[in-house]
Structures are given as structure tokens and as C-alpha cells.
């Protein structure tokens, strides 16, 4: 389960390139009722989205030649240039090098070698997200890849995750966590790439109390559906959508624990 108490390896911060950060913005806070904010004058067009005055995601322009939108996943680390040196050597490509931001962190970013980009986040002044898990924030990341062994043996390398394969009605699923006993550790998963989404690509979820209805706010504002909302049963009701600019997310209503009597 995803927390804001951050260990080597859990998500800490997640933010999304756009080429239109106004329609962006426009999108996110009216679907899942957020806030905008912009991070200054110094921050290149970077901002904050909010809830209830907590940092639940971030975006930003474009940037990089030929960079598609979509959402990026940072992961925790204490060595962001030791990260980047490893992930180099297990055959990722580094697409920026390690950089101070202010004082409040050190980032870096990636692509895996299944063409998953995400990124790395060293704290500073800022630890990471602020909300995670309740209503309207990240609540789980699923990398999409054309070869998941592969994938799994490279990320074990770099953040010493922990692959599990899961049975579920309709087939299995491989659940990631990070290294370190005693602890709810799970905070996302690995699929392979399936027919018209074969993008690879780290796939945010956010919680909603009522996926049907945020699918339906979401294409009256622009949004296009790529996977219909479906139940998996004990985990909950998901969809897969696009939002205006093309960058790809999920919503979920995860099955509540059943209540002992």
C-alpha cells in the first residue's frame, strides 16, 4: 500500500509533461476537484496540483524533442547520482542526468529497457507527495511492458524490489514491492503489453469513491476511455483513460475489506 512515509524504492512523487498545462489543469482539477498551483516565476511553467492544500501530483510543459504527454513516476532515493551510475549498468538509459532542484531535492530521469520512462526523486526539502491512497490521489503505478522478466531482473537491480506472482480470476499478476520486511509493501504491478495499449509505459491509478462516474465527468471533459470500467474481484471497479492531451491514466474504487462480523 502506498504511504507518504517513503522508503528506498516507494513512488514519492509523480508529475505529468503536457503540452498545454492550462488545458491540463483545467482537466485534472475538474475532474477529481483539485487545486492548480504554480510553483514561481523560476519554476519554468512547473506547479502543483492540490487537495485540500496537500501536493497530490505536479505538472509541467514539455520539454524534451519528441517527448509525448504522459505521467511520470518518481521513486525514492538517497543517491540520485548512485541510482543513475546503476541504472546505466543494468541497461537503462539516462535521459537527464542528476540535478539539484532548489533545495528541495535531487531528480533524475529514465528510460527502462522496455521503453518505460520514469524518474527518481532524492528529498531535500521536500520528501514527496503529500496525500497518497485516500480519495482523489495516487493510490497504485503499473508498468506496461513488452518483456515483464526482463523488467522485473533490471528494477530488482536498481531499487532491490520484490516480484510476486498473483492469481486472480481470468489469470495472474505480478506485484511489486519494495525491499524491507515488516511493512505493507506493495505499491504497484507489471502486466505485459496487451493489443491497442502498447505503449510501454508506468500507468498511474488514482482512488475515487465511484469509477463509473468519474469516467463519464471525464469524457464530458474531453477524456477518451482506452480500457471501460471493469470489476476484478477483492480489488476493485478500474478504468484506463487519456486525458485531452493524449497522457494516459486509471481511475479505481478498490474493494473495500470485508468487515468481520
Same mark, same amino acid.
Given at each position: 500500500m502506498l504511504t507518504t512515509d517513503y522508503v528506498p524504492g516507494a513512488p514519492n512523487w509523480l508529475d505529468l509533461g503536457t503540452p498545454d498545462t492550462d488545458t491540463a489543469a483545467a482537466f485534472y482539477t475538474g475532474l477529481f476537484g483539485w487545486t492548480s498551483e504554480s510553483a514561481g516565476p523560476e519554476a519554468g511553467g512547473y506547479g502543483f496540483f492540490k487537495k485540500d492544500r496537500e501536493t497530490v501530483a505536479a505538472l509541467g510543459p514539455l520539454h524534451e524533442e519528441g517527448a509525448r504527454?504522459?505521467?511520470?513516476? $518518481? !521513486?525514492? %532515493? @538517497?543517491?540520485?547520482?548512485?541510482? *543513475?551510475?546503476?541504472?546505466?549498468?543494468?541497461?537503462?538509459?539516462?535521459?537527464?542526468?542528476?540535478?539539484?532542484?532548489?533545495?528541495?531535492?535531487?531528480?533524475?530521469?529514465? %528510460?527502462?529497457?522496455?521503453?518505460?520512462? !520514469?524518474a527518481v526523486w532524492q528529498p531535500g526539502?521536500?520528501?514527496?507527495?503529500? *496525500?497518497? +491512497?485516500?480519495?482523489?490521489?495516487?493510490?497504485?503505478?503499473?508498468?506496461? +511492458?513488452?518483456?515483464? #522478466?526482463?523488467?522485473? *531482473?533490471?528494477?530488482? +537491480? #536498481?531499487?532491490?524490489? @520484490? *516480484?510476486?506472482?498473483?492469481? !486472480?480470476?481470468?489469470?495472474? $499478476?505480478?506485484?511489486l514491492s519494495t525491499a524491507g520486511p515488516g511493512r505493507e509493501r506493495s505499491f504497484g504491478g507489471m502486466a505485459p503489453l496487451q493489443?491497442?495499449?502498447?505503449?510501454?509505459?508506468?500507468?498511474? $491509478? !488514482?482512488? #475515487?469513491?465511484?469509477?463509473?462516474?468519474?469516467?463519464?465527468?471525464?469524457?464530458?471533459?474531453?477524456?477518451? #476511455?482506452?480500457?471501460?470500467a471493469m470489476t476484478a474481484e477483492d480489488i476493485g471497479r478500474m478504468a484506463w483513460l487519456a486525458d485531452p492531451s493524449g497522457a494516459h491514466f486509471a481511475v479505481i474504487t478498490s474493494a473495500k475489506p470485508a468487515t468481520a462480523a
Open positions: 504527454s504522459a505521467w511520470t513516476p $518518481y !521513486f525514492h %532515493t @538517497t543517491d540520485a547520482s548512485g541510482t *543513475a551510475a546503476l541504472i546505466a549498468e543494468a541497461g537503462g538509459t539516462v535521459r537527464t542526468e542528476p540535478f539539484d532542484v532548489f533545495d528541495e531535492g535531487r531528480m533524475a530521469q529514465f %528510460t527502462d529497457p522496455g521503453g518505460a520512462r !520514469f526539502k521536500t520528501q514527496g507527495l503529500e *496525500a497518497v +491512497t485516500e480519495q482523489g490521489t495516487l493510490c497504485w503505478v503499473e508498468l506496461h +511492458t513488452p518483456d515483464p #522478466v526482463a523488467n522485473i *531482473a533490471f528494477y530488482h +537491480t #536498481v531499487f532491490a524490489w @520484490t *516480484a510476486e506472482e498473483m492469481s !486472480f480470476s481470468g489469470g495472474t $499478476y505480478t506485484v493489443q491497442g495499449h502498447d505503449v510501454p509505459q508506468w500507468l498511474p $491509478y !488514482f482512488e #475515487v469513491a465511484d469509477c463509473d462516474q468519474v469516467v463519464e465527468r471525464a469524457e464530458k471533459l474531453g477524456a477518451s #476511455v482506452l480500457m471501460p
